[in-house]
């Protein structure tokens, strides 16, 4: 049996990498260990839960107000521990994360095998996003197999001089994961989403964190979100605010006194997909539900200035906005006054995949592992 090892950290990660890691526990050929650094612990457990798997490694590494520098070091030295123990073959990490790049180096350093899952992602620009960009770039130069989701990211990873063979088009594993969560006539956990009247309101998802909008950037958001719930009544804006207190504070002083916008906490994973499901629109900086709510024929409004996503604009399903009060709301009522630009972000094929790219991961590896 070869030995796997699947590290996460963040939401993000786990919602993407717990698939793969369901898929891999299939093949009797395999030995698979799950590793979460815990880099965003509460976020963690809901989704942990969700899938009801537990990890064999919790390395806890965040401590209060800690920098970029001692998180990385910190995971580096955790994972050292750990994959001396383990004697790994492979150590699966994904996207951009401190995790994923801390991780692939600590492999590096133990001369063990990395395969990248959500490879080749690039916005050209080391700098933007911060420090996610470099984190994903140095992660393929220390990986040995990438797992690419789209036709771009292949020719982004052959551009840097990565051997085609050792280069794998599987789609996002995250478009897996609606097989788990999305479901007719379902309850929210949340009691202020199962209050909502999904027939008669047209509902917009907005998610915004992102360290480069923190600032004049997110009030801008926050006040194009007040200027939409004035110029619509049946729109009703749910906001799950990202448990950084420095997004909390701008988020809550702008928005806490409008009665047609639902703050929330953070969502736990058949929430949010079921969300997404039932809303209108999604607004958003984050990465992973540019990919999801494509697969659930719903246009994505993207807060901010460049994408590493380009294909999804490329095909339609999203459009990049930016962070300027006055454009987003331009292009928010765009959508909601012209059913024609509506539909035709709804129904534009998602690049992302089939669904199955946790599967092409298991057989590419069952392949390059040398194992019959």
């Given amino acids: 049996m070869k030995k796997i090892m699947i590290v996460f950290g963040t939401r993000p990660d786990a919602i993407k990498m717990i698939p793969l890691y369901l898929e891999l526990k299939k093949y009797n050929q395999f030995d698979v ?75 590096f350093y133990q ?9 080749g992602l690039r916005s050209f620009d080391k700098y933007s996003p911060f420090p996610e960009e470099m984190n994903r770039v140095l992660i393929s130069d220390l990986a040995d197999y990438h797992f690419a989701p789209t036709k771009q990211n292949v020719q982004n990873l052959l551009n840097e001089g990565i051997r085609k063979e050792n280069i794998a088009q599987t789609g996002n594993t995250v478009i897996d994961v609606i097989q788990y969560t999305v479901k007719e006539n379902y309850q929210f956990e949340e009691e202020k989403l199962q209050q909502i009247d999904y027939e008669n309101h047209r509902v917009i998802l907005v998610t915004a964190h992102r360290r480069e909008n923190i600032g004049i950037g997110l009030e801008n958001i926050c006040d194009a979100l007040n200027q939409i719930t004035q110029q619509y009544s049946d729109v009703k804006i749910v906001y799950p605010v990202h448990l950084n207190p420095k997004v909390r504070e701008i988020v809550f002083k702008k928005l806490e006194g409008n009665s047609n916008i639902i703050l929330v906490n953070p969502l736990g994973v058949k929430d949010l997909h079921n969300l997404v499901n039932k809303c209108y629109l999604v607004a958003t900086d984050s990465g992973g539900i540019q990919e999801e709510a494509p697969a659930l024929g719903k246009p994505v409004l993207v807060l901010r200035k460049e994408t590493e996503r380009p294909e999804a604009i490329e095909a339609g399903t999203v459009k990049l906005v930016g962070n300027e009060t006055e454009n987003i709301v331009k292009e928010i ?5 012209n059913p024609a630009e509506y539909e035709k972000m709804a129904k534009a094929v998602n690049p992302y995949g089939d669904g199955k790219a946790s599967h092409y991961i298991a057989e590419f590896l069952l392949k390059k592992l040398e194992i019959e």
Wanted: aromatic content about 4%.
């Fill in 33 to 107: 260990k799950l590793c979460s650094t815990g880099q965003h612990k509460e976020m963690l457990e809901q989704v942990l839960e969700m899938f009801q798997v537990q990890v064999d490694y919790d390395l806890q590494v965040m401590q209060p107000n800690q920098t970029l520098e001692n998180l990385t070091s910190n995971i580096i030295q955790k994972m050292r521990d750990v994959l001396q123990i383990e004697k790994s073959d492979i150590v699966l990490v994904h996207g951009d994360t401190a995790t994923g790049f801390a991780t692939a180096l600590a492999a």
């Fill in 111 to 119: 001369k063990i095998k990395v395969g990248h899952v959500e490879a």
């Fill in 333 to 337: 009522k765009l959508l909601m006054d």
